[in-house]
């Protein structure tokens, strides 16, 4: 069993402390592989004793060992093939490779079970409401604008002409795309949809975000840094991903490729 099976079986049982370094770890893998106790600490602003016992925490007898399974795993990543001769990349592929690799990245560290739970919750759900505020909003408009397609009853929340939810009960869905920093807004309808009764999504980049205790489903999407150029790509990646099986089981896989709807010769 690897750091990061390690991590998410033991994740539950951490301190706060010791969770801002798991995410961390999930996060930068990088920064554990390459530094001692005392640097990653210093960069992720703990103290190195916490860096240890969270080492301890997941399995490892100390951070060495931790450090040696994460530089296996990462050495054990596919590198990106290269055209022999190719020997200057150009600097558009090179950010698309750079794309790429984080993509996979995180894919290691997304919890599927709960993406598949979240599949199954949508498609069941009567009604869909979609939240987003600052940059969060593209995301939730670009998953709006195809999942309005996949399933019936589907909305965007405008903030400048809505003001909260109505409708009561579980089988009423609301989802909240929260990243950092966490708008406020956000926060509050995710309390409104709580008394409601609503079942709430939480799409975020931590599971120590102040949105995700209230969600009942939290998709936590990992990136080694908090640029909005780095996120955006995995996740667009992962809505993909998501909006693909709702197509599968609500059995409208032509709207993903509709081949018979144009004529091109």
């Known amino acids: 069993m690897g750091y990061i099976e390690n991590t998410q079986k033991n994740y539950q049982h951490l301190t706060k402390g010791l969770k801002k370094v798991a995410e961390s770890l999930r996060a930068n893998p ?27 925490a997941i399995g490892y007898a100390g951070y060495g060992e931790l450090q040696k399974d994460v530089q ?27 794309d790429k690799e984080n993509i996979h990245q995180a894919s290691l560290n997304i919890d599927w079970k709960v993406a598949s739970q979240i599949v199954d919750c949508l498609v069941q759900s009567k009604s869909t409401s979609i939240v987003g505020y600052y940059h969060s909003f593209s995301y939730a408009h670009w998953f709006y604008f195809l999942l ?3 399933i019936d009853d589907t909305s965007l929340y405008r903030p400048e002409t809505d003001i909260g939810f109505t409708k009561k009960g579980s089988d009423h869905t609301v989802i909240i795309f929260s990243y950092y920093r966490y708008a406020l807004e956000g926060i509050r309808l995710a309390k409104e949809a709580k008394e409601n009764g609503n079942t ?33 790509p995995i996740t667009f990646s992962v809505l993909n991903a998501l909006l693909l099986h709702i197509a599968q089981k609500t059995g409208k896989m032509e709207f993903v490729n509709p081949a018979n709807t144009y004529y091109i010769k």
């Open 72 to 98: 296996q795993s990462l050495l054990s990543l596919k590198t990106p093939n290269r055209d022999i001769g190719h020997e200057q990349v150009n600097s558009f592929e090179r950010i698309m490779q750079s």
């Open 30 to 56: 990088v920064l554990f592989a390459t530094h001692p106790a005392k640097k990653t600490a210093e960069v992720i602003d703990v103290s190195e004793t916490m860096v240890i016992r969270f080492s301890k």
């Open 148 to 150: 309005h397609h996949l």
């Open 200 to 232: 709430i999504v939480i799409i975020t980049d931590s599971r120590l975000s102040p949105i995700a205790e209230y969600g009942d489903y939290v998709l936590t999407i990992h990136s080694a840094k908090k640029s909005i150029l780095e996120k955006g």
